[in-house]
């Protein structure tokens, strides 16, 4: 059953995909892990399906996951009732600054004051306190833009700062939830990578259903 994220990775480093990095007393292996930079966006509009595979899963610990990946839909809606959408997906490297961060600052920009914006996140977890406070400030001052949050896991969700947070986000009219299993199967078959001429079925993992129940119920309490 899933109980508590840890916020560190683990203690053999791993790559985003979750594999652990060999031969790590190589000093040329080790001289690339210390020249990674330390802050950098990815964009795009498909993830490849074992970042998903890894990222994603809504588990007990998730030691190695010291990343956020955040699939969006933009919908904005013209007074006539015309509506657009776009979608994407963004992933933070290291941990100088977050996706929830990098969403505001690439791809918010473009949007028409003139238009009313739905937009849906579907968050590999949920925000750290500081991401959290950057979305309530978002959303008082954009009084066009409505923003519905749905989380694989909760981050440190038993830390008093992190609970305070999560519900500001409400206060402000973030709409949260956890995500449920035909939720990872729409970002399954909406934001991963397929093989080329097939669409592979999504493969629920044996213990999703239960971590789901488990995480939503811990929502549920820190929000009412």
């Known amino acids: 059953?899933?109980?508590?994220?840890?916020?560190?990775?683990?203690?053999?480093?791993?790559?985003?995909?979750?594999?652990?990095?060999?031969?790590?007393e190589d000093p040329k292996k080790l001289r690339e892990l210390e020249e990674l930079p330390p802050f950098?966006?990815?964009?795009?509009?498909?993830?490849?399906?074992?970042?998903?595979?890894?990222?994603?899963?809504?588990?007990?610990?998730?030691?190695g996951r010291n990343k956020t990946f955040l699939c969006y839909v933009v919908e904005a809606q013209s007074k006539g009732g015309q509506v657009q959408a776009s979608k994407g997906y963004l992933e933070?490297?290291?941990?100088?600054?977050?996706?929830?961060?990098?969403f505001?600052?690439?791809?918010?920009?473009a949007f028409d004051p003139?238009?009313?914006?739905?937009?849906?996140?579907?968050?590999s977890s949920s925000p750290c306190a500081a991401c959290a406070d950057r979305i309530v400030r978002t959303l008082n001052k954009t009084k066009n833009l409505r923003l519905l949050?749905?989380?694989?896991?909760?981050?440190?969700?038993?830390?008093?700062?992190?609970?305070?947070?999560?519900?500001?986000?409400?206060?402000?009219?973030c709409?949260?939830?956890?995500?449920?299993?035909?939720?990872?199967?729409?970002?399954?078959?909406?934001?991963?990578?397929q093989e080329e001429g097939e669409s592979k079925a999504f493969e629920p993992w044996e213990d999703i259903q239960e971590n789901f129940?488990?995480?939503?119920?811990?929502l549920a309490d820190i929000l009412k």
């Open 1 to 24: 059953m899933a109980q508590k994220e840890e916020t560190t990775a683990a203690t053999v480093p791993t790559s985003q995909d979750g594999e652990d990095l060999e031969n790590l």
């Open 40 to 63: 950098e966006i990815v964009t795009g509009e498909r993830l490849p399906a074992n970042f998903f595979k890894f990222q994603f899963r809504n588990v007990e610990y998730s030691s």
């Open 92 to 102: 933070d490297e290291h941990v100088a600054a977050h996706a929830e961060e990098a």
């Open 104 to 109: 505001f600052n690439t791809i918010m920009p």
């Open 114 to 123: 003139a238009l009313r914006y739905l937009v849906t996140w579907y968050v």
């Open 149 to 173: 949050l749905l989380a694989g896991r909760l981050f440190m969700w038993e830390e008093p700062e992190i609970q305070a947070a999560l519900r500001k986000l409400k206060e402000a009219g």
């Open 175 to 193: 709409k949260l939830r956890i995500m449920k299993p035909q939720d990872f199967e729409y970002v399954w078959q909406n934001f991963v990578e």
């Open 213 to 218: 129940l488990y995480y939503d119920e811990k």
